[in-house]
C-alpha cells in the first residue's frame, strides 16, 4: 500500500505532509505564556476590572456564593446574582496582610492608613479635633534589657547627613584589653571580645558573641509580659502626673460614668500610639507616641488642652520616671520557680514633638517612622514562618542551634503544658484484668500491639497538637501562650496599638476609602465637606446581602498574577508621580501666588 502524505512538506502545514496534524503551540506552563491566554481572550477587560480590587496582593482570597440586592423598606429581592457568572467564578478580596514580605500592596495600603492614623492624633483631622496640635506630645523609646552580649554596631558620633545611608566609623564592638588572655573568654570557652567595627548589613550583628551564655528564656519571656510592662509603665506615669497636678493644687474632675455614677478622676491623662519593633537579637522594644490630654466633665470622651501649666518636660519627666521604677517579677514557672525579672533596659529615650514642622522631630517624621515599622515583623531576624504546630515546630527550633533556633525552642519547652494530667502512654499500664479492654490489636496507623481501644500513641500525638492550639478557656499557666506565638518568639501582642481618644480607627479610614471608590467615578455627585448634600437625604438606599463561603487564596495561574499585579503597578507608579509632581508644584510656587480651588 502506497503512502498518502506528500513526499516533501508545504509551507502551508506541520509535518512531514500537507494532511498531518497541526500540532497547536504550547505555551501556558510558563507566566508570559498563560498571561498571553488570558490577555487574548474576549473578556479580558472585563476580567480586569473585576479583579482591580485586589489586583495588587499577591494572595486574594477568592469567595463564592451569590449576591442579593434587597429593598430596605419592603425587605422584596431587586436583583439576584451568583459568582458562577463573574469572571472565574469567584470575587477577589484583597488579603490586608500588614507585613511587606507577604503582601507588598497590602502592607503598603497598610502603612499609608497607619501614618494618617497617627499623624492625625497630633496635628489633629480626620475627625481629632486641630487644638491637639496644642497638646504637650513627645516620642519616646523603650528598649528591652540586656539578655547576653550580642555584637552591635555603635556610632558614637554621626557625620553623615544620613542615618539611613551611614557610612560613619563605628567603635569596636565589645572591647576589652586584658593581661591574662583567659580573662577574654567567657565560662564556654569562647572569646567574649570583638574588635570588629561592622558594617550596617553585616550578619552578625544582633547575634550573641556565646550562645550558651546567652538566656534565651528570660529573652523569650520578656517578650511574652512586654505588653503588661508597656500597660504598668503607662499606669506610673499617669499616676506622676496626678500627683503633679495635686501638688500644684489642680483640683480632681467629676465625671459621670455610664451607669450614671458620679466619681473624681485626675484633671490630665495619656492618649499613647505605639509600635513593636523586633530587634535583630529578636528582643522587643517600643516606639510611642504620648500626648497629654485634659479631661472634660461634661463630656468625658472629649479631647481636651490640658490644664495650664503642664508641659511637655512634665511629660518627659513622667515617662523618665515610670521607666525606671516599673519592674515586676513574672508568675513561677517549673523551670524558674522564681520567675523571671521585667524591666525596661536602660536605653530610654524620650524627645518632645514639635508639630510646627521646625523642631528636631516633627509630627510628620514620626508618623512615617512608626508607620515604616508597623509593615514590619520578623524578618530583620531571618525567621519568616507562620504559626508552628507539633508537626512544625521540628523544622525551626532546635536546642543546638543558631539563635533564631533556641528562642524557638525555649517558646516551645516554655510554653508546655504544666497542670495537665499526663498522656495516656506515659501512664503505668495496669496488669490485672479490668473491663473495657479488648483483644490485642495493631494500630493502622502507627504499627503500636494495644490492648486499648485506643491506640495510646495515636492519642500522645494528637495530645501534642492540640497542646499548640490556643485555648478554648483560659488556662491555669500564662505561658500557655508562648507556643502559640512561638513563630513571633514569643510576642504575641499587636504591632500597632493606640488609645481609644488618641485617633481614629483603622476601620473609619476603610470604610472612608471604600465610599470613596463607590463614588469616584461620579465626581458631581460627591459629598460635601459639611455632609451628604440634601437632595440624596431621602434617597432609597438599596441593601446588598452576601452569602459567600471561602474557596481558596491566591491567583488561579502565574499569568493572572503577573496581569493584575503589573497593572496594580502601573496604576502605584501613577498616583506615585502625581503626588511627587504635585508636591514639586507646592515646593516651586511663590509665596504670592494665590492657592489652587478645592
Known amino acids: 500500500m502506497a503512502s498518502t502524505l506528500d513526499p516533501t512538506p508545504r509551507a502551508s502545514a506541520r509535518g512531514v505532509g500537507s494532511n498531518a496534524d497541526t500540532i497547536p503551540p504550547v505555551f501556558d506552563y510558563t507566566a508570559a505564556g498563560s498571561a498571553f491566554q488570558r490577555a487574548t481572550r474576549p473578556d479580558y477587560f472585563g476580567w480586569l476590572e473585576h479583579v482591580r480590587a485586589a489586583a495588587g496582593c499577591t494572595r486574594p482570597v477568592r469567595l463564592a456564593g451569590q449576591l442579593l440586592t434587597v429593598d430596605p423598606s419592603t425587605g422584596r429581592i431587586l436583583e439576584q446574582r451568583h459568582t458562577d457568572g463573574m469572571p472565574d467564578s469567584v470575587i477577589y478580596t484583597a488579603c490586608g496582610n500588614r507585613r511587606a514580605t507577604v503582601c507588598p500592596s497590602c502592607a503598603q495600603t497598610y502603612q499609608r492608613d497607619a501614618f494618617q492614623l497617627l499623624r492625625a492624633g497630633l496635628v489633629g483631622g480626620k475627625g481629632v479635633p486641630e487644638t491637639v496640635a496644642s497638646h504637650p506630645a513627645v516620642f519616646a523609646t523603650f528598649t528591652a534589657p540586656s539578655f547576653g552580649p550580642v555584637h552591635v554596631r555603635v556610632v558614637r558620633r554621626h557625620t553623615c547627613g544620613n542615618r539611613k545611608r551611614c557610612d560613619c566609623r563605628p567603635d569596636p564592638c565589645h572591647a576589652r584589653r586584658a593581661i591574662d588572655p583567659a580573662a577574654g573568654l567567657c565560662p564556654h570557652g569562647r572569646p567574649a571580645v570583638c574588635w570588629a567595627r561592622h558594617e550596617p548589613g553585616d550578619a552578625v550583628l544582633g547575634q550573641p558573641l556565646c550562645l550558651d551564655c546567652y538566656d534565651h528564656d528570660h529573652q523569650v519571656a520578656w517578650n511574652l509580659f512586654s505588653g503588661e510592662l508597656w500597660h504598668r509603665t503607662k499606669q506610673a506615669a499617669e499616676r506622676w502626673l496626678a500627683k503633679l497636678a495635686r501638688r500644684r493644687g489642680i483640683p480632681r474632675v467629676e465625671v459621670v460614668t455610664a451607669s450614671g455614677n458620679t466619681r473624681k478622676v485626675p484633671p490630665v491623662r495619656l492618649s499613647p500610639g505605639k509600635v513593636a519593633e523586633l530587634q535583630a537579637r529578636g528582643a522587643v522594644h517600643f516606639h510611642a507616641i504620648a500626648r497629654l490630654d485634659g479631661v472634660d466633665p461634661s463630656d468625658p470622651d472629649a479631647v481636651v488642652p490640658p490644664p495650664a501649666g503642664f508641659t511637655v518636660a512634665d511629660l518627659v519627666d513622667a515617662l523618665r520616671h515610670a521607666a525606671a ?226 474557596a481558596g487564596v491566591g491567583w488561579h495561574t502565574t499569568g493572572d498574577a503577573l496581569l493584575a499585579n503589573t497593572a496594580a503597578a502601573m496604576a502605584r507608579e501613577r498616583r506615585t508621580t502625581g503626588r511627587e509632581e504635585l508636591a514639586h508644584e507646592l515646593g516651586t510656587a511663590p509665596a504670592d501666588a494665590a492657592p489652587a480651588a478645592a
Not at 326 to 343: K, N, Q, S, Y
Open 325 to 550: 521604677q516599673i519592674a515586676f517579677h513574672t508568675p513561677p514557672h517549673p523551670d524558674r520557680l522564681e520567675g523571671w525579672l521585667i524591666r525596661w533596659g536602660e536605653q530610654v529615650d524620650v524627645r518632645p514633638i514639635s508639630t510646627s514642622g521646625s523642631g528636631e522631630v516633627t509630627d510628620g517624621m514620626v508618623a512615617g517612622y512608626l508607620a515604616k515599622y508597623a509593615t514590619k515583623s520578623t524578618e530583620v531576624t531571618g525567621h519568616r514562618s507562620v504559626r508552628l504546630d507539633a508537626d512544625s515546630i521540628g523544622d525551626y527550633a532546635d536546642p543546638d542551634g543558631d539563635h533564631t533556633a533556641r528562642l524557638i525552642d525555649a517558646c516551645w519547652r516554655l510554653g508546655r503544658p504544666t497542670s495537665t494530667p499526663r498522656p495516656l502512654s506515659e501512664r503505668p499500664r495496669d496488669r490485672r484484668p479490668a473491663p473495657g479492654f479488648v483483644d490485642r490489636w495493631e494500630c493502622p496507623d502507627c504499627g503500636t500491639h494495644t490492648r486499648y481501644a485506643a491506640c495510646p500513641v495515636c492519642i500522645a500525638h494528637r495530645q501534642a497538637t492540640l497542646d499548640a492550639q490556643p485555648a478554648s478557656r483560659p488556662t491555669a499557666s500564662p505561658y500557655a501562650r508562648l507556643r502559640r506565638w512561638a513563630h513571633m518568639l514569643g510576642f504575641g501582642g499587636h504591632f500597632l496599638t493606640k488609645g481609644r481618644r488618641y485617633s481614629v480607627t483603622f476601620q473609619l479610614l476603610r470604610d472612608t476609602r471604600i465610599a470613596y471608590r463607590r463614588h469616584e467615578d461620579r465626581a458631581h455627585e460627591h459629598p460635601a465637606a459639611g455632609g451628604p448634600p440634601t437632595a440624596h437625604l431621602d434617597e432609597d438606599t438599596a441593601l446588598i446581602v452576601g452569602t459567600l463561603t471561602f
